[in-house]
């Protein structure tokens, strides 16, 4: 009996051992996410299918661990922190002020950003073709193409006059995207009003404020915090009879008038490829940022037809997808 029992014990401590040995293989992915775990989901799933894609299967090749600001952005360097203790080979980052904690706190563990604002002029990197640092990642050009939602409510509000535009004060790229949106407008004619609004604020709040201002139209400025609210702040906007033009198509697949930009389910996914090389021996310093290639423009129909905007054909030649 003795003898089975220490031969058992050798096998347990063996296989034991075995287990400890394979879970210190494990990759460990850091991500630091702008909103909540609820809003977020998708585009977890998304870059889970990325990884996927890539050849790494959760649990045989990597962990992730996941904390989120839940839309406040003072938390980032906190949530940082704690992510460190865990010895990440990566860490994920989803706004310019999330890239910018991490920054801070570490110039060693390489850090991959997605969707970000203008990273260069943001001071987040040298160049897009050589970033230099600890950072490089995916932008999504939201600076580029900040004069196409003046285009779009010229076009859907033609008789229009005031454009209202959501801006986060608490995301450092977003004052010069609303130069750029207010600079276009006031050469067309068109009067803009910055409206700030913080994520993590109620929002039934400032739509009800938005209303008495009577827009002719809203517009958001790039935030994730937007996006991962965009369910929420598209029902409002749609009760409070205000037409929204966001910032990806994903909003108008929310309920808002329409949405133009990169497809955000990509970039998640398209962020695994960084991952992947890191994890394979990259230097973050070496690999170039990527700005998205595909941009689409949608146009939910429900909601236009709702608040009793013709959609004219320029547009609809010009949509990748209307929701009916």
Request: aromatic share 6%.
């Amino acid at each position: 009996m003795k003898k089975r029992a220490a031969l058992f014990g050798l096998l347990a401590t063996g296989l034991f051992g075995q287990h400890a040995a394979h879970a210190e293989e494990l990759a460990r992915i850091a991500w630091l996410g702008t909103g909540t775990t609820e809003g977020s989901a998708e585009f977890v799933a998304a870059f889970r299918e990325g990884l996927k894609e890539q050849g790494l299967a959760e649990g045989q090749h990597y962990v992730l661990d996941a904390r989120y600001a839940d839309n406040h952005y003072e938390r980032f360097p906190a949530l940082v922190e704690d992510l460190l203790t865990r010895k990440p080979s990566v860490i994920v980052v989803v706004t310019v002020a999330s890239v910018r904690a991490a920054q801070r706190a570490t110039r060693t563990v390489p850090i991959v950003m997605i969707s970000t604002t203008d990273p260069v002029g943001s001071g987040l990197v040298k160049s897009l073709s050589h970033p230099g640092g600890n950072t490089t990642g995916l932008g999504n050009m939201a600076e580029d193409v900040a004069e196409k939602y003046v285009q779009l409510f010229r076009e859907l509000r033609p008789r229009g006059r005031r454009l209202g535009v959501l801006i986060n004060p608490s995301n450092p790229s977003s004052r010069p995207v609303l130069e750029k949106i207010q600079n276009s407008a006031r050469q067309q004619g068109i009067t803009t009003d910055a409206i700030e609004f913080v994520g993590a604020h109620d929002l039934e709040q400032a739509f009800r404020t938005i209303a008495r201002d009577a827009p002719d139209a809203l517009t958001l400025i790039a935030d994730n915090s937007y996006l991962d609210r965009r369910a929420e702040l598209c029902s409002l906007a749609l009760q409070h009879r205000i037409p929204v033009f966001g910032f990806a198509p994903d909003f108008a697949d929310a309920g808002c008038a329409a949405g133009f930009g990169s497809p955000r389910r990509g970039l998640f996914r398209r962020s695994a490829v960084y991952v992947r090389k890191l994890l394979d021996g990259a230097n973050p310093a070496d690999l170039p940022v990527e700005l998205p290639v595909t941009f689409e423009l949608v146009v939910n129909r429900r909601t236009t037809n709702a608040l009793g905007i013709a959609i004219p054909k320029t547009v609809l030649t010009r949509a990748d997808r209307v929701i009916q």
